[in-house]
């Protein structure tokens, strides 16, 4: 149960900065292909969902390891 | 420090016996930097430290108590782990195992599919460290002993290649046909047959999406479990290439105009046979991978299943793991013996080939010990049990073997290591293709005619999109390292399970590593070289005196020496009864200690001993002197033999080479390594030896505890060192050298020191240890090279790098069937060394044993009397 408890906050809390982290490069993707005529709108809607998508598989692991080793050594351990 | 920031621990301590021991601990503890409070009790033998974990760990408490004297007591456990597919999974499993408080040490086998856990009991347990490993996608039980172990790996690995079967069956089939319906437009005479409704996307769709949902689904449920859990592994790589593959297709097929590259950009056929190549690879892993423990298997077939015991002078048969020791069993000829023991009465030759490599049966007489799982050639004996279950020789072997199969390599770690970290970094270099191919690559490079490798296929009115988002899913694909995860360790269990059908077994694949690293070999020289016990090597007869010859002056001092006790004596007793000489009773024996004995034999007085003992008794010997200093400067001990007052002869005593010593030397030199002897005797005795045995260097006059010294000099020279010695004499000179090879041991394996124990007592199978180690480390640098060589083509080839030159990409199918191919090579390319044979005595080794093979009747000279 405590185990749980203990996942679930690891879990929000990465998402707290991994989520920003993927839309963050996705809205820089978006940015950069804005170039006015430069791509179709599904072109730029593509990239936004595939650079976001890729980033959030980048970012979550490494953001909830971290998280969670922080929590950890925070944490009693006995 | 707050007080939230602290924690609590409660550590089971060892060697604690009165309370100045309770101090001595919690001074250790105490000492540590973030440790608040200690509390230590000798009734529990339990420490409670209060500390800050920010700035000390469970490492650092064992290593204070160690140096302290006493040891946080730790346990091991084995856990079956299955799921595991790449090195990246080791990395996970090994990640969430190692996160847990109270576990020290954690080595996972992808290959057995095994994790082994040194933990701290009390601290952590089973159950929390199951949940870990589920916890991150895996499934992991709790290991029983070797045989039940070995049964339900047996039957996972089974179940999984029936899994990966059916899914092949479908996705292969469903494959073909979505590759035939894709091209029909190509088909030419063939396309009467196909109906044109297999053409339509949307049909190709329909039969894409089950593919997907069914074979395809462990990749997607996998990866995201991994993902929750802040892991990767390779069937992110999967489930993020045929995800976005068949999600464009979707889109395509249902929204033409979308503007993701309409129905000429459908990737179904792309989805479908890459998720019918992965799984394909999965299948023939699974195929491959548990070949690579057949050894342990061989080994544990061994175990006979039933055993004739005389229980009140009936015979009995019961099975074998119900004999208890000190049962008495009857052996018949051609039957397998049950378990450990001692014969009783009877005569027999036994093939002892599966567990010492010796290809040729040992006799057995009263009070020779057997082993079990030998098999018993000629006659009929009987035996006293004296080890059962798990103390015998054969369930000691096993689990070494196994031990050192789950043990990794300093290579291994690297390789899980670069692995491990590859799937992000992948998925990173899928974001840069991406970018690069989006704002620069399609505009400048792209080709309308551009087609895929090995494929008719234009990629014709595919968008910027379509494109780019093409080889990010490719770079995904392609770039799996699941051969790299797979290279040493499959390497490793196979070269282990050699080495121990020929009766070497290494302690873990660190001695393998470094026994392929060796440029320096140092023997004992007593025991490992020389038989150990004197004998006489010459008997010098003075012809002035009136003495019938050799054979009676032999004769005559052997007659005086019968009833001694010094080494020396019982030499000449064995020297005169090796002749077949009939000796004497003496009368008037009477020992002079440090000069030797005199003794009255037949009516003569015979002195036997030193100079010394001949000047005390006015014998005059200068005339022997030269033949004594002669014989002296060869390294041998001389006794002069003085019979009636006159110089009789000389009799030289010397430790004996052993059969092989030479030609094992020999061997060594033509393998490029410098050999050294290290003994305890005197220079001129230890030279006239290493002439003998033509070794390179000799470390005489060296005592027993400053062996490990030597070892330690010689490795400050820069040489990589092995010790070839006594497991229980030498252990500090074998646990200093690099690799501790110990000799002799006999099949009592679990006793020895060492990283790698020789069954047999012959010291040519340091070359065998040299030559497998050597050929596995080949071999897992081939697979290294390989599977790094595949990734380093593939990337570059996958991304687009010489797409401006040729106008072709390769296909995600494509780069699916380079990837299963690049693991099924590296295993295929591990089971070339079951065809592995040392190259001394390969002719009288077999690789597995044959019992039925008529071998050569035994030779006196090789039949061993334990």
């Known amino acids: 149960m405590e185990q749980e408890k203990f996942d679930q906050k690891v879990a929000r809390r990465?998402?707290?900065?991994?989520?920003?982290?993927?839309?963050?490069?996705?809205?820089?993707?978006?940015?950069?292909?804005?170039?006015?005529?430069?791509?179709?709108?599904?072109?730029?809607?593509?990239?936004?969902?595939?650079?976001?998508?890729?980033?959030?598989?980048?970012?979550?692991?490494?953001?909830?390891?971290?998280?969670?080793?922080?929590?950890?050594?925070?944490?009693?351990?006995? | 420090?707050?007080?939230?920031?602290?924690?609590?621990?409660?550590?089971?301590?060892?060697?604690?016996?009165?309370?100045?021991?309770?101090?001595?601990?919690?001074?250790?503890?105490?000492?540590?930097?973030?440790?608040?409070?200690?509390?230590?009790?000798?009734?529990?033998?339990?420490?409670?430290?209060?500390?800050?974990?920010?700035?000390?760990?469970?490492?650092?408490?064992?290593?204070?108590?160690?140096?302290?004297?006493?040891?946080?007591a730790s346990s091991e456990l084995t856990l079956d782990v299955r799921g595991m597919t790449c090195a990246s999974c080791v990395a996970h499993v090994e990640g969430a195992l190692k996160e847990l408080p109270g576990v020290l040490d954690v080595a996972v086998n992808l290959g057995l599919g095994t994790g082994h856990v040194r933990y701290v009991p009390g601290v952590v347990n089973a159950n929390q460290m199951k949940r870990a490993v589920r916890e991150v996608g895996y499934e992991a039980n709790e290991r029983n002993d070797a045989a039940d172990s070995l049964d339900r790996e047996r039957q996972a690995r089974e179940e999984e290649?029936?899994?990966?079967?059916?899914?092949?069956?479908?996705?292969?089939?469903?494959?073909?046909?979505?590759?035939?319906?894709?091209?029909?437009?190509?088909?030419?005479?063939?396309?009467?047959?196909?109906?044109?409704?297999?053409?339509?996307?949307?049909?190709?769709?329909?039969?894409?999406?089950?593919?997907?949902?069914?074979?395809?689904?462990?990749?997607?449920?996998?990866?995201?479990?991994?993902?929750?859990?802040g892991v990767t592994d390779m069937n992110l790589l999967y489930a993020t290439g045929i995800g976005a593959a068949y999600g464009i297709a979707v889109i395509n097929t249902l929204f033409p105009n979308a503007g993701f590259g309409g129905e000429g950009a459908t990737f179904f056929e792309s989805a479908a046979l890459l998720t019918a190549f992965i799984v394909l690879g999965r299948w023939l892993e699974a195929l491959t991978r548990g070949r690579t423990s057949e050894a342990i298997r061989k080994l544990m077939k061994l175990q006979p299943k039933i055993a004739h015991v005389i229980r009140d002078g009936n015979e009995t048969e019961i099975p074998a793991d119900e004999v208890e020791v000190g049962d008495l069993?009857?052996?018949?000829?051609?039957?397998?013996?049950?378990?450990?023991?001692?014969?009783?009465?009877?005569?027999?030759?036994?093939?002892?080939?599966?567990?010492?490599?010796?290809?040729?049966?040992?006799?057995?007489?009263?009070?020779?010990?057997?082993?079990?799982?030998?098999?018993?050639?000629?006659?009929?004996?009987?035996?006293?049990?004296?080890?059962?279950?798990?103390?015998?020789?054969?369930?000691?072997?096993?689990?070494?073997?196994?031990?050192?199969?789950?043990?990794?390599?300093?290579?291994?770690?690297?390789?899980?290591?670069?692995?491990?970290?590859?799937?992000?970094?992948?998925?990173?270099?899928?974001?840069?293709?991406?970018?690069?191919w989006f704002f620069i690559g399609y505009a400048a490079f792209f080709d309308p005619n551009s087609s895929f490798i090995l494929s008719p296929y234009a990629l014709g009115e595919i968008g910027v999109f379509g494109f780019s988002l093409l080889l990010s899913v490719t770079v995904l694909v392609i770039s799996c390292p699941c051969a790299v995860g797979l290279a040493t360790p499959s390497a490793m269990m196979a070269g282990t399970g050699k080495a121990a059908e020929y009766g070497v077994l290494f302690k873990g694949a660190e001695a393998i590593e470094n026994a392929s690293k060796l440029n320096s070999i140092v023997f004992d020289k007593t025991g490992t070289l020389t038989k150990g016990e004197p004998s006489v090597t010459d008997v010098f007869v003075n012809t002035q005196a009136r003495i019938g010859g050799s054979d009676e002056l032999l004769r005559l001092a052997a007659s005086a020496e019968k009833y001694s006790e010094h080494p020396l004596g019982e030499a000449i007793v064995r020297g005169a009864e090796t002749q077949a000489l009939t000796l004497n009773e003496a009368t008037a024996f009477n020992s002079n200690p440090g000069h030797g004995i005199e003794a009255r034999v037949e009516n003569h007085n015979v002195l036997v001993g030193n100079r010394k003992l001949m000047a005390e008794h006015g014998v005059d010997f200068y005339s022997l002197i030269p033949h004594a200093e002669r014989l002296e400067g060869e390294g041998k001990t001389v006794m002069f033999v003085a019979v009636d007052g006159q110089p009789g002869g000389l009799i030289a005593v010397a430790d004996t080479l052993k059969e092989f010593s030479a030609e094992a030397i020999q061997r060594l030199h033509k393998l490029g390594l410098e050999t050294v002897m290290i003994t305890g005797d005197n220079r001129r005795t230890a030279e006239a030896i290493a002439r003998q045995v033509g070794i390179d260097h000799v470390l005489a006059e060296v005592l027993p505890q400053d062996k490990a010294e030597e070892v330690k000099k010689l490795q400050a020279r820069g040489k990589r060192v092995a010790m070839v010695g006594d497991g229980v004499n030498d252990a500090p000179a074998l646990a200093?050298?690099?690799?501790?090879?110990?000799?002799?041991?006999?099949?009592?394996?679990?006793?020895?020191?060492?990283?790698?124990?020789?069954?047999?007592?012959?010291?040519?199978?340091?070359?065998?240890?040299?030559?497998?180690?050597?050929?596995?480390?080949?071999?897992?640098?081939?697979?290294?090279?390989w599977a790094f060589v595949y990734n380093t083509l593939g990337i570059p080839l996958g991304a687009g790098l010489f797409y401006p030159f040729f106008s072709l990409v390769v296909s995600p199918e494509l780069a699916g069937a380079f990837m299963a191919i690049s693991s099924v090579s590296v295993t295929l390319n591990t089971l070339l060394l079951k065809r592995f044979r040392p190259s001394l005595r390969h002719n009288e080794r077999q690789l597995t044993p044959n019992r039925d093979s008529g071998k050569s009747p035994l030779s006196p000279a090789v039949v061993s009397s334990k």
């Open chain 2, 736 to 785: 200093q050298a690099d690799v501790g090879i110990a000799i002799g041991s006999g099949t009592d394996v679990a006793k020895e020191t060492g990283d790698v124990i020789l069954i047999k007592d012959d010291v040519r199978d340091v070359i065998v240890t040299l030559e497998i180690a050597r050929a596995t480390m080949r071999k897992v640098k081939q697979n290294l090279f």
């Open chain 2, 161 to 229: 290649i029936k899994r990966q079967g059916r899914n092949l069956l479908i996705a292969g089939t469903i494959g073909i046909i979505v590759m035939i319906g894709t091209f029909y437009d190509m088909l030419g005479p063939f396309k009467s047959i196909v109906p044109v409704w297999l053409s339509y996307k949307w049909v190709i769709g329909l039969l894409t999406t089950p593919l997907i949902f069914g074979p395809g689904r462990q990749f997607f449920v996998n990866s995201w479990r991994g993902l929750k859990h």
């Open chain 2, 329 to 436: 069993i009857l052996v018949r000829p051609g039957e397998s013996i049950p378990v450990d023991g001692s014969v009783k009465d009877g005569y027999s030759a036994v093939d002892e080939s599966m567990l010492t490599g010796e290809s040729l049966p040992v006799e057995k007489r009263i009070g020779d010990a057997v082993i079990g799982g030998t098999f018993n050639k000629t006659g009929a004996f009987r035996f006293e049990a004296t080890k059962v279950g798990k103390d015998t020789a054969l369930a000691q072997i096993v689990k070494l073997v196994e031990d050192a199969q789950a043990s990794k390599a300093p290579i291994q770690k690297l390789a899980d290591w670069v692995a491990g970290h590859f799937i992000l970094g992948v998925h990173l270099l899928a974001i840069l293709v991406f970018v690069f």
């Open chain 1, 14 to 78: 990465s998402a707290l900065i991994y989520l920003p982290i993927s839309l963050g490069a996705a809205l820089l993707f978006l940015l950069a292909a804005s170039v006015p005529g430069a791509y179709p709108l599904v072109a730029k809607v593509g990239g936004v969902v595939w650079v976001g998508l890729l980033s959030l598989i980048v970012s979550m692991p490494l953001v909830t390891a971290r998280v969670k080793k922080q929590l950890r050594a925070k944490t009693s351990i006995t």
């Open chain 2, 1 to 72: 420090m707050g007080k939230k920031d602290e924690a609590q621990l409660s550590l089971p301590i060892v060697g604690m016996s009165c309370a100045s021991c309770v101090s001595h601990v919690e001074k250790a503890l105490q000492e540590l930097p973030g440790v608040s409070n200690t509390v230590v009790n000798l009734a529990t033998n339990k420490a409670s430290v209060v500390y800050d974990p920010q700035q000390v760990r469970l490492v650092d408490f064992q290593r204070a108590v160690d140096n302290a004297g006493y040891a946080v």
